[in-house]
């Protein structure tokens, strides 16, 4: 049976949210715990998980700031720790329209490298999702004016519905974020706390369910396309 749902993870990278690094944020910490309860929800349910990893040459500053971030090679551009499932793959950074056949049937994440922030501009990336029947994205990560806001107009543009996770978002782009909100919102994005997403039962097979499913769970539904 297709996965109903699948988390898209933009940049859960160590210079955003681990102290020291190069846009560390306050309260990045407190995201990155949401970020980790939704990593715990896509294990514990099957979820399928699609995640980008910034990857900027060395001696070249990043798309998000006027300081060096995630620079390939160090510590500050490593994914987050409990953001990596055990069975992953990582495409790296290769931009070319190939994919291993039946990719999120023997993976449940997979891992894209980029230079770039739209994931769209990814051309593994943009297969994989655009060949997706309809399914709905929870999206969460750094760059809430940059990745999270093309990630999601480009999938309500492909006809997915799509939640936000708004606490397991991260603003780095304090004056843009205003204006990015309104732009998601425009496009028909749901936004979502992490407790009402991880709360929420996706389509499981019913044997799965009633062995796994604890009792009293409430069901978050998504509001029919207008």
């Not at 020291?20 to 306050?26: A, D, H, I, K, V």
């Not at 894209?112 to 051309?123: G, N, P, Q, S, V």
């Not at 992490?194 to 044997?207: L, Q």
Request: charged fraction near 25%; aromatic fraction near 6%; charge should be positive.
């Amino acid at each position: 049976m297709p996965p109903d749902r699948i988390l898209l993870d933009i940049e859960s990278q160590r210079d955003f949210f681990r102290p020291g690094g190069s846009l560390y944020r306050p309260g990045a910490a407190k995201i990155a715990r949401q970020i980790y309860r939704l990593f715990a929800w896509a294990r514990a349910w099957r979820i399928p998980v699609i995640s980008t990893v910034l990857r900027v040459r060395l001696g070249e500053v990043g798309p998000l700031a006027a300081v060096p971030h995630c620079v390939e090679g160090t510590d500050g551009e490593r994914k987050l720790p409990r953001t990596i499932l055990p069975q992953h793959i990582n495409l790296g950074l290769r931009n070319t329209t190939d994919l291993p056949a039946h990719i999120l049937e023997h993976h449940q994440q997979v891992i894209f490298e980029k230079r770039f922030t739209d994931i769209f501009a990814h051309l593994r990336a943009e297969r994989l999702i655009t060949e997706l029947p309809p399914v709905t994205f929870v999206l969460c990560g750094a760059g809430l004016a940059h990745g999270i806001l093309r990630a999601a107009v480009g999938l309500r543009a492909r006809g997915m519905d799509v939640i936000l996770a708004e606490d397991a978002s991260l603003d780095i782009d304090a004056e843009a974020a205003g204006m990015a909100r309104r732009r998601i919102r425009a496009k028909g994005v749901l936004f979502a706390s992490t407790d009402e997403i991880v709360a929420s039962a996706p389509r499981v097979p019913r044997r799965r369910l009633l062995a796994s499913q604890p009792a009293g769970r409430q069901t978050f539904c998504i509001p029919p396309k207008k």
